[in-house]
């Protein structure tokens, strides 16, 4: 394929993803789709000669377009969005032309001092400390996933801890139970407990400190009360991981008080606000950063709410070389100048893998694009949205809001009366708005309770997708009480 030819089926690959854009809403959400059934309908995708590639956008539209739970479709409520806005499919067009492998400064200048320029950038927009900046002595980068943010924070932290106190590492002399001890909650996303298994800690090295009473927020006082004992039995404290924005209910921790007394033990603090973090993009939403000024590290997700196409995960560091310390290994082959002349950011030290993608360009497309305000217009509008969706709920008989509304996310429970029928009824109803096609949910247990979760976030999803689905939910669950009254 030549640059003239990929002019024209570039073109081509572009009306198709325009249409499907254009089509998606008229799509079911869900596709009703066997296990083996896509298997089975592909073509052949080992031709031993060139195909035409229209053939494979013909595959596209009969096999794989309707076997696609379809996450850009604006009745997608399900865990948290994906939401890919197009300019950032453009930027990641960008990306793949420049085909450029972004590993060290010397092998992408640009690569590296936009993402840099990027993240400095962002820091100051969603308000994080300046201490953030690389002006600071801080800094940020671009990782595939808040998963792999937390796993190489908990490698920093390690290293940090390894290099605390006697000048011979525990962690090495004792094998593989060092006593390092990580701290989460019981809502902590399971990239923790994955993160912990990976670094080759055994799983009693997760924590799971008990909430604040009536609350699933960590408690301060639980967490001082586990350092103290924890330290006096000669375990070590590694890292405390406050989250801001649970994936269950998007509670939130008091990253101030958790990080204070983290700290009184040296352990190292991240805080993992993966989907609600660039709500602080709105200077009224602000306060969820209160006390992210003290912690070590702070992730959240360009891929989850702000319009850029997985992956695109944002992570600050206060010390910029505290990751570079614990990951950086240089062989000869990649000894350079640049890196030996301390004046550059090789991101590979910030990172697991050596390469990487030019992941800064979607990014930067999508805020050239849309602009901050538009951002802030668009994560303003899907929570007002949340609101209005909440105060139906508790307006209504026969639903209830299994825990207190959270920025766009909405959990809530249908109510029979009947604690014991509750479960199968909100369980039931779940399943019949996702049979439906009309929309898409997700659910989670509040208190040992199924609940359904409403995450509002798609890039067009407005208020019309809401009112349909709290409709059907409405419409359904009536139908579903009459259905199980006595006598009918
Ligand atoms: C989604 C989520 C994650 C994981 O995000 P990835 O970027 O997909 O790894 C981690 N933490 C929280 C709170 C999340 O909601």
Redesign the pocket.
């Known amino acids: 394929m030549d640059p003239e030819e990929f002019r024209r089926l570039g073109h081509a690959v572009v009306d198709w993803v325009a249409a499907y854009r254009a089509g998606v809403a008229d799509r079911p959400v869900r596709p009703d789709v066997a296990p083996g059934q896509v298997r089975a309908a592909l073509p052949d995708l080992l031709p031993e000669h060139p195909q035409p590639l229209a053939t494979m956008l013909d595959a596209l539209d009969c096999v794989v377009a309707p076997a696609t739970l379809h996450w850009q479709h604006p009745a997608f409520f399900g ?2 969005p994906a939401n890919a806005a197009l300019a950032s499919l453009l930027g990641d067009l960008l990306s793949g032309g420049l085909g450029s492998q972004g590993m060290l400064w010397s092998t992408s200048p640009a690569g590296t001092e936009v993402e840099q320029t990027l993240l400095d950038g962002l820091a100051g927009a969603l308000g994080l400390d300046p201490g953030f900046t690389f002006a600071a002595g801080g800094g940020g980068t671009i ?8 796993l190489v924070a908990l490698l920093a932290a390690l290293h940090r801890s390894s290099q605390q106190g006697s000048s011979t590492s525990r962690w090495r002399d004792d094998g593989v139970d060092g006593g390092e001890r990580v701290y989460v909650t019981a809502e ?5 407990a994955k993160a912990v298994r990976v670094a080759g800690l055994g799983a009693r090295a997760l924590v799971v400190v008990d909430p604040a009473p009536g609350t699933v927020a960590m408690s301060p006082d639980a967490l001082a009360t586990q350092l103290r004992a924890d330290a006096a039995a000669g375990l070590r404290p590694v890292l405390v991981c406050p ?5 269950g209910t998007g509670a939130v921790d008091p990253v101030r008080a958790v990080a204070t007394t983290a700290h009184e033990h040296g352990a190292w603090v991240h805080v ?5 973090g660039v709500a602080a993009l709105c200077p009224e939403h602000r306060y969820l950063l209160d006390g992210v000024e003290l912690v070590d590290s702070f ?1 959240t ?1 360009a ?2 709410w702000l319009l850029t196409a ?2 695109a ?1 944002l992570l600050w560091v206060r010390d910029a070389t505290a990751l570079p310390d614990a990951l950086s290994i240089t062989p000869e082959y990649l000894r350079n100048t640049a890196t030996d002349s301390g004046a550059v950011i090789d991101y590979r030290d910030w990172q697991v893998s050596l390469g990487r993608r030019f992941r800064a360009l979607k990014l930067w497309a999508v805020l050239h694009t849309h602009g901050l305000d538009g951002l802030r217009t668009h994560v303003r509008g899907h929570i007002a949205l949340a609101a209005e969706l909440a105060d139906r709920v508790r307006a209504e008989p026969g639903f209830t809001l299994a825990a207190p509304p959270s920025l766009a996310l909405v959990c809530l429970r249908v109510d029979t009366g009947d604690p014991d029928a509750d479960d199968h009824a909100t369980r039931t109803l779940l399943e019949q708005v996702n049979a439906s096609g009309q929309a898409f949910l997700s659910h989670t247990v509040v208190d040992g309770r199924y609940t359904i979760r409403v995450a509002i976030g798609g890039v067009t999803t407005a208020r019309e997708h809401v009112d349909a689905l709290w409709e059907q939910l409405r419409s359904t669950a009536r139908t579903q009480q009459a259905g199980l009254a006595p006598g009918s």
């Open positions: 865990y948290f990782a595939d996933s808040a998963s792999s943010a937390a902590t996303h399971a990239s923790l989250t801001i924005g649970t994936t993992d606000a993966a989907w609600a992730c997700d891929h989850k997985f992956d995960s």
